[in-house]
C-alpha cells in the first residue's frame, strides 16, 4: 500500500502528532523532555518555522507549527530522527521509537488558531494528569501566562493570530475544561481543519501538486539525500573507498548491500536506477535489498550500525 499524501507549502498552519510505538513511553526522565525541546530548537533554526504551541506528553507530542519554506516533512525528520537516536544510544536499545509517520492535520488559522492551541494545552487535563494546565510542566501553557514567556514559542507570532490579549488567555483555556471540544471529530478527509473554503482550496491544491509531474512525490522525497552521499558513508564506515565498494564483487559484500537497502529506503530511487550505480541487474538489487531487510528482523547489532549510519543524514 503506498503512503498517503502529504501537502507541504510555505506558509502553511500544522498540528503535527507522533505516538511512541506501540503506545509505549517515549519520554522516560526530565533530561528526555528537555533533549527534544532542544532538538526541537535545532529544527526551528535549520528549517525555519514557527512553533505556536506544544505539549509533551509521556508516550506522544504535539505541536502547532507555521511552515516558512515548503520542508515539513525534512523539520519533522531531523527531530524524530535525532531524539530517537539520542534515546537509543542513551539506552542501549535499537530500532525504532516512534510509531509510523507523524500525523500532519492542514489547519485553517482564522478558524482554528485559538481552539488548537487551547486543545494542545489541555491534554494533559484530558488524560487526567493534572485538574489545570499551568501545573503541567512539558507544555508552552505557562510561555501564553507568563511575562518570561518560553523559548520555544514565538510570542510575537502568536500575538498576530491569537485573537485576545494574553491576560485573557487563561480564561480562555480554562473554559475548555468546562466545555470541552474534541477537534478531531471536525477534521475532514484526514489532514484538514477548517472552513469549507479552506478545505477546498487545500484540496485544489492538493490535485496541482499530484498532478504536476516536475514536484511528484518521489522526487519530494528525495532531494536532500543523495545516493552518492550514502555510497561514502558507508564505504567509510567499512574502511573503503566509493570504488571498492561499488565494485564488491566476493561475498558477503555487507557493505554493499547496506548501501543499496539505505539508498532504495532513503532516495526512492528505483531498482534499475539503483543498478546503474552498482552496475547490476534491477532483480539483484531487490534481492541484496531484501537480505539486508531480512536480517534487520533479527540481528540486533546490525540495526544498530545501520540507525548509526542513518544519523550522518537527519535533517
Given at each position: 500500500m503506498s503512503r498517503p499524501y502529504r501537502l507541504q507549502g510555505k506558509n502553511f498552519f500544522y498540528h503535527i502528532t507522533s505516538r511512541g510505538d506501540d503506545r509505549k513511553k517515549i519520554y522516560v526522565s526530565d533530561h528526555d523532555y528537555k533533549k527534544f525541546l532542544e532538538y526541537l530548537q535545532k529544527a526551528k533554526e535549520k528549517y525555519k518555522f514557527h512553533l505556536f504551541a506544544y505539549v509533551l506528553m509521556p508516550n506522544h507530542y504535539h505541536l502547532f507549527i507555521k511552515t516558512t519554506q515548503p520542508n515539513l516533512s525534512k523539520a519533522i525528520h531531523y527531530i524524530k530522527t535525532s531524539y530517537?537516536?539520542?534515546?537509543?544510544?542513551?539506552?542501549?536499545?535499537?530500532?525504532?521509537?516512534?510509531?509510523?509517520?507523524?500525523?500532519?492535520?492542514?489547519?485553517?488559522?482564522?478558524?482554528?488558531?485559538?481552539?488548537?492551541?487551547?486543545?494542545?494545552?489541555?491534554?494533559?487535563?484530558?488524560?487526567?494528569?493534572?485538574?489545570?494546565?499551568?501545573?503541567?510542566?512539558?507544555?508552552?501553557?505557562?510561555?501564553?501566562?507568563?511575562?518570561e514567556g518560553d523559548r520555544f514559542i514565538d510570542i510575537c507570532q502568536i500575538k498576530k493570530y491569537l485573537d485576545m490579549p494574553l491576560e485573557q488567555y487563561r480564561e480562555f483555556v480554562l473554559e475548555g475544561i468546562k466545555e470541552p471540544e474534541d477537534l478531531t471529530k471536525k477534521i475532514y478527509a484526514g489532514f484538514l481543519l477548517g472552513s469549507a473554503n479552506f478545505i477546498e482550496d487545500r484540496?485544489?491544491?492538493?490535485?496541482?501538486?499530484?498532478?504536476?509531474?516536475?514536484?511528484?512525490?518521489?522526487?519530494?522525497?528525495?532531494?536532500?539525500?543523495?545516493?552518492d552521499e550514502i555510497i561514502k558513508v558507508v564505504a567509510g564506515r567499512y574502511?573503503?573507498?566509493?570504488?571498492?565498494?561499488?565494485?564488491?564483487?566476493?561475498?558477503?559484500?555487507?557493505?554493499?548491500?547496506?548501501?543499496?537497502?539505505?539508498?532504495?529506503?532513503?532516495?526512492?530511487?528505483?531498482?534499475?536506477?539503483?543498478?546503474?550505480?552498482?552496475?547490476?541487474?534491477?532483480?539483484?538489487?531487490?534481492?541484496?535489498?531484501?537480505?539486508?531487510?531480512?536480517?534487520?528482523?533479527?540481528?540486533r547489532l546490525l540495526r544498530r550500525e545501520i540507525e548509526e549510519i542513518t544519523s550522518n543524514f537527519e535533517g
Open positions: 530517537t537516536t539520542y534515546y537509543n544510544i542513551k539506552r542501549r536499545r535499537c530500532g525504532h521509537l516512534f510509531q509510523g509517520r507523524f500525523k500532519s492535520t492542514l489547519v485553517d488559522n482564522d478558524c482554528y488558531f485559538m481552539e488548537l492551541t487551547r486543545y494542545i494545552h489541555l491534554n494533559p487535563v484530558r488524560a487526567k494528569m493534572t485538574n489545570d494546565p499551568e501545573n503541567y510542566k512539558w507544555s508552552s501553557y505557562k510561555g501564553y501566562l507568563d511575562k484540496l485544489k491544491d492538493l490535485k496541482e501538486h499530484i498532478e504536476n509531474k516536475d514536484v511528484s512525490y518521489k522526487k519530494r522525497l528525495t532531494t536532500h539525500i543523495k545516493a574502511g573503503k573507498n566509493k570504488e571498492q565498494l561499488i565494485n564488491m564483487r566476493s561475498k558477503p559484500m555487507k557493505g554493499k548491500k547496506i548501501s543499496i537497502y539505505l539508498i532504495k529506503r532513503l532516495t526512492g530511487l528505483t531498482n534499475r536506477e539503483i543498478g546503474r550505480l552498482f552496475n547490476m541487474q534491477f532483480s539483484a538489487v531487490s534481492k541484496a535489498a531484501s537480505s539486508i531487510e531480512g536480517l534487520l528482523r533479527e540481528d
